[in-house]
């Protein structure tokens, strides 16, 4: 609805771009510069909820202290009287994974590293700042086209959480309700049973890593329900036993403890996932001819 709007007298709105649970992505230009640029709204049910309101914006200057090539650029924020809370995102041209990988099919080991690994050195930043996801999956990646190349990009932190690094030695008390796409959530949560950490995320890069090589996640069922009571107990069929898939054991080793049930026995965090990948993926894979290109 705010298409061909003006907020804070210098952005002028566009197309809708996408909308998620708690924001619209409109794309935007500057009035002065002329620059094309992103520009996410909060839903009018969430702008009125001045509590909610206060944590998105907080959560999008988190997001703004982030600064790694692989991560979008948070450009400015305000907060305007028709519509309330906004931030600024540069403006980026692609494909998501997702759609690369519907595209192209399944990936070898390396080929599922090499893709993923920048956005492994983006995380591993985010967690250095103590900055959980918490909403990891291929949507949420953009290949972007730029003049140097394809550039993979870390999107939406719409939902992140800051946590504290022994956040798992203190008593926790279990959430209101799972937060998440079911598909790509860790047990903890789904059940509540520990607090979110830098390993949630790590779960959920396991569970792409699985998906891009063996062309389906490991947690599956027929319904929502069914695919959150199987990753309550973390049960699937390991990656090097899934039909059709050849993979070099120290890699299948890697992604597996990524996928341990228990948080505080799972690969603590993505630094640690991306050189435990890197260790075990071939070092040419980087300088090789692969389908989802990337730099």
Known sequence: PWSGHVVAERYELGRLLGSGSTASVYAGEHLWTRRRVAVKVLHAKHAANQRTARRWMREARTLASLEHPNVVSVLDMDVDPSVGGFVVLERL???????????????????????????????????????????????????????????????????????????????????????????????????GAFPVTAATDVWALGVMLYEAIAGHIPCRGRTIQEILATTATGTHVPIDRVPGVDIDPELAR?????????????????????????????PLATRSEVRIRTR
């Open 254 to 282: 890697a992604i597996e403890q990524a996928l341990v049930a228990d948080p505080t026995e799972r690969i603590e965090n993505a630094g640690a996932l991306r050189s435990a990948l890197l260790s075990a993926a071939d």
């Open 93 to 191: 041209e692609g494909e998501t994974l997702a759609e690369s990988l519907r595209r192209v099919g399944r990936l070898s080991g390396d080929e599922a590293v090499y893709c993923l690994e920048p956005i492994l050195g983006a995380l591993a930043e985010a967690h250095r700042c103590s900055i959980v996801h918490q909403e990891l999956k291929p949507e949420n990646i953009l290949l972007a086209q730029t003049p140097s190349g394809v550039v993979p990009k870390l999107l939406d932190f719409g939902i992140a959480k800051v946590f504290s690094p022994d956040q798992h030695l203190a008593a926790h008390t279990p959430s209101t309700g799972p937060v998440g796409t079911p598909a790509y959530m860790a047990p903890e949560q789904v059940h």
